[in-house]
Structures are given as C-alpha cells and as structure tokens.
C-alpha cells in the first residue's frame, strides 16, 4: 500500500472479510473526494491463522 490513506482490517473470520467486501468493495466513498474503497484479499484472515504465520517468523524469534 503506497497510497496516503490506505488501511488494513484484520478480519476476525474468512465470512467477516467476505461480507464487507460485498458491503463495500469499490462503492463511492464521500470521506475524502473520488477515492473507492477497494478490498484485497489476504492469504491470511483471523487472530489464529496469523499467530500461526507469524509463530516462527525471524523477529519473533529473537
């Protein structure tokens, strides 16, 4: 993201991701101008999956 304005969600489920995508995937938003709101999905969704990812990871390690 290398975009000013951009954020990332962690959702807390796969189902939780999918439902704002369908809510909010390239709609208008009227907060700052033109801009969309545009959802990417993440190989990782949810606490668990990524405290899996990140269990063994080289930061985490020290």
């Known amino acids: ?3 000013f304005g951009s954020v990332c969600i962690n959702f807390i489920s796969p189902q939780a991701s999918w ?5 909010h995937h390239f709609k208008q ?11 990417i999905y ?3 969704q949810g606490v668990e999956p ?3 990812h990140f269990r063994s990871s080289s930061p985490l390690m020290r």
Request: aromatic share 16%; charged share 30%.
């Open 19 to 23: 439902r704002f995508h369908r809510e």
């Open 1 to 3: 993201m290398n975009d």
């Open 50 to 52: 990524l405290q899996r």
């Open 29 to 39: 938003q009227y907060f700052s101008g033109r801009s969309l709101c545009r959802v």
């Open 42 to 44: 993440a190989p990782f």
